[in-house]
């Protein structure tokens, strides 16, 4: 079984910063991949951001230049800056990572249960 946990969600005002943190536990065999995705309320879940095992990254257009994802992979952990904070940033934020479980098994996608970030105008 596979457990993401994050964290460092909060209320904060426009213009500030937030740091989220998401640690995998449990049954891992490797990580290839793993991001962070938003939802607004109403609305579909949105690429953030995501990081591969070799340092490879991909944003979301509407947070370049604003927020960097980091990772550290002994600890099967992934991080998320988030600069410049505007209110239209206000959503439940998710962490994902595709985790191999056992050798020559698929790679399969695991969610945590999402931390809520909220930017006041």
């Known amino acids: 079984q596979v457990q993401l946990v994050e964290s460092g969600g909060g209320l904060v005002q426009a213009g500030g910063s937030l740091r989220l943190s998401c640690a995998a536990s449990?049954?891992?065999?490797?990580?290839?991949?793993m991001g962070w995705y938003r939802q607004h309320p109403g609305k579909q879940r949105e690429l953030v951001a995501t990081?591969?095992?070799?340092?490879?990254?991909n944003y979301g257009d509407s947070v370049k230049g604003r927020f960097t994802i980091s990772r550290d992979n002994a600890k099967n952990a992934v991080y998320l800056q988030m600069n410049s904070l505007k209110p239209e940033d206000t959503a439940v934020y998710y962490c994902?990572?595709?985790?191999?479980?056992?050798?020559?098994?698929?790679?399969?996608?695991?969610w945590g249960q999402g931390t809520q970030v909220t930017v006041s105008s």
């Open positions: 449990g049954t891992i065999f490797s990580i290839n991949a």
């Open positions: 990081i591969t095992s070799g340092g490879s990254t």
């Open positions: 994902d990572a595709m985790v191999v479980v056992a050798v020559q098994h698929p790679g399969y996608h695991y």
